[in-house]
């Protein structure tokens, strides 16, 4: 096993269980190991999302409504 040293409860649909302990198994990893990479893959993508906030923050906003009149305007949709 590998140094994963918190410990959780977590419920799954009882086929996303099945098909990660065949997964695990096909890997030699754990169901642990298996969900720690899914959940780091999450916070790396939030952390990304928040840093293309945070550069974008001073961009002007435009309104909903006058994207979709422009995307009419323009036959785009």
Wanted: charged share 40%; hydrophobic share 35%; aromatic share 6%.
């Amino acid at each position: 096993m590998s140094t994963l040293n918190k410990r959780a409860t977590i419920y799954f649909d009882p086929d996303i269980h099945k098909v990660l302990k065949i997964k695990a198994a096909t890997l030699n990893k754990s169901i642990s190991e298996l969900i720690d990479k899914a959940v780091r893959y999450e916070l790396i993508e939030d952390e990304e999302d928040i840093r293309a906030f945070q550069e974008r923050v001073n961009e002007p906003s435009v309104p909903y409504e006058k994207v979709l009149k422009d995307l009419k305007k323009n036959g785009k949709i």
